[in-house]
């Protein structure tokens, strides 16, 4: 569409109106400028004709955008479908996936009668132990032992320096000769009335004198001497030659290993069932497997009353020596027959922050109509050991199957298989009630 300016002897098209560039002749600075130019119908026809060619390129270019939008929506969309589908079929099918059956090992609970035990802990102690010292003050001159050594009563372990000692009891000793020899002299001349009683008196004082002197100066030289005052072995040494030895310093410890004690104490519940004499047994960990023997020889008079706990002593036999004072005992009194009770290998246990507990193995019906083994978590409690074995209290009932291997893969429910164990054959593993095939064949790794 045209308009007319009556300004200018021209027509002028509204090129603002299509956002298209207006021409160069429409461009003067000033109105003369464009009076001064001849514009003739032709010219007036081009800038129309300009004007519909802009217009048409903007519609061109609207269809385009048009065009492009659709294609982004199309392309997104088909992006977000795609996503969506994957995303639903992924979790179709986590929510069908089961996994694969856990081996295990498992072995059936069994009800044994087994003898009461008692058990404590405790530890052994020398029947006698000393740290032996001297009585005396001096310099070692002489050491006759080693660390480790098994000494005799009376034998010679530590000498010190006693010359001063030794040369005052020869003094007093020629002293006394000389006192013994005027005490006849004087009482020879007092039966014959030559000197006064006093005088005799005189004499036989200083003979008595003598006489302590001398064996005072040898029960000096004789603390000079540290022997063993009885058999026993002996610690290691803390002292050495020429090194100055007070009175009462320590040397060397001595303690006497056979028999030897053991100390421990148990609940006051427990006091009618033990009595002098008892026979007990004792493990130590430096020897795994070992049993020792022993009987009780010693109840204490009263009850701890922070622990209520009574202490007991037994006396066991050491000959080769091999139990030290200070080992860690686990003590056990036998009390007689017990009650009959469910009884599982110490594996089959399971510990953790809720308390103890075995998983029993049971049989159920699967999705697809098989029957398949299923772990059920049972809470327990432990009684009496014997060896690898555990008395238990629990939901449970004789017969029962309970895993004894693999309990760290488990969970209330987890699918299972079982496999025999590092110490049964296929004929030793236990079959589960309403199982079809509740053996699977051995895994071997790689």
Request: hydrophobic share 40%; net charge negative; with cysteine.
């Amino acid at each position: 569409m045209l308009r007319y300016d009556p300004r200018l002897p021209i027509v002028v098209a509204p090129y603002s109106r299509f956002g298209c560039e207006q021409p160069e002749l429409l461009k003067s600075s000033s109105a003369q400028d464009v009076v001064a130019m001849s514009w003739t119908r032709q010219s007036v026809s081009g800038i129309a004709h300009s004007a519909h060619r802009c217009a048409l390129r903007r519609k061109i270019m609207s269809k385009r955008m048009a065009m492009m939008l659709a294609v982004l929506l199309v392309i997104f969309g088909g992006i977000f479908g795609y996503k969506w589908i994957e995303q639903k079929f992924t979790a179709d099918y986590l929510a069908s996936y089961q996994p694969p059956p856990v081996p295990i090992s498992a072995t059936a609970v069994l009800v044994e009668t087994w003898d009461r035990q008692l058990r404590a802990t405790g530890s052994t102690v020398a029947v006698r132990e000393i740290v032996v010292s001297s009585e005396a003050d001096g310099v070692i001159s002489a050491i006759h032992f080693d660390s480790g050594d098994s000494v005799a009563r009376g034998d010679l372990l530590i000498e010190l320096d006693s010359q001063a000692e030794l040369a005052s009891l020869k003094s007093y000793q020629a002293r006394l000769h000389l006192a013994e020899i005027n005490f006849d002299r004087d009482s020879k001349m007092l039966s014959r009335s030559l000197i006064s009683t006093d005088q005799f008196d005189r004499s036989k004082a200083e003979l008595d004198e003598i006489k302590a002197l001398v064996e005072q100066t040898q029960a000096i030289i004789a603390q000079k001497s540290v022997r063993a005052p009885f058999d026993g072995k002996l610690g290691i040494r803390q002292v050495s030659e020429g090194q100055y030895l007070a009175a009462g310093e320590a040397a060397v410890t001595l303690q006497s290993l056979d028999p030897i004690f053991v100390d421990f104490s148990f609940p006051e519940q427990h006091l009618p069932d033990v009595h002098l004499g008892q026979a007990l047994t004792f493990t130590i960990k430096a020897y795994p497997g070992r049993i020792f023997t022993g009987r009780v020889t010693a109840i204490d008079a009263r009850v701890d009353e922070r622990t209520r706990n009574i202490a007991v002593r037994g006396e066991a036999p050491n000959p080769e020596h091999q139990l030290l004072p200070g080992m860690f005992a686990d003590v056990q009194l036998n009390l007689g027959k017990g009650e009959p009770a469910m009884v599982v290998p110490e594996t089959a246990i399971s510990h953790s922050l809720y308390g103890q507990a075995v998983f029993e193995i049971v049989s159920r019906l699967s999705p697809a109509g098989d029957s398949e083994l299923v772990v059920r978590r049972r809470p327990v409690e432990t009684g009496a050991e014997q060896g690898a074995r555990v008395q238990i209290e629990g939901e449970l009932t004789a017969g029962a199957v309970v895993v004894i291997n693999g309990q760290n893969k488990l969970q209330e429910g987890t699918r299972v298989k079982i496999v025999p164990g590092p110490d049964q054959s296929s004929e030793d593993v236990p079959r589960v009630e309403g199982a079809a095939d509740p053996v699977a064949a051995p895994v071997v790794d790689g």
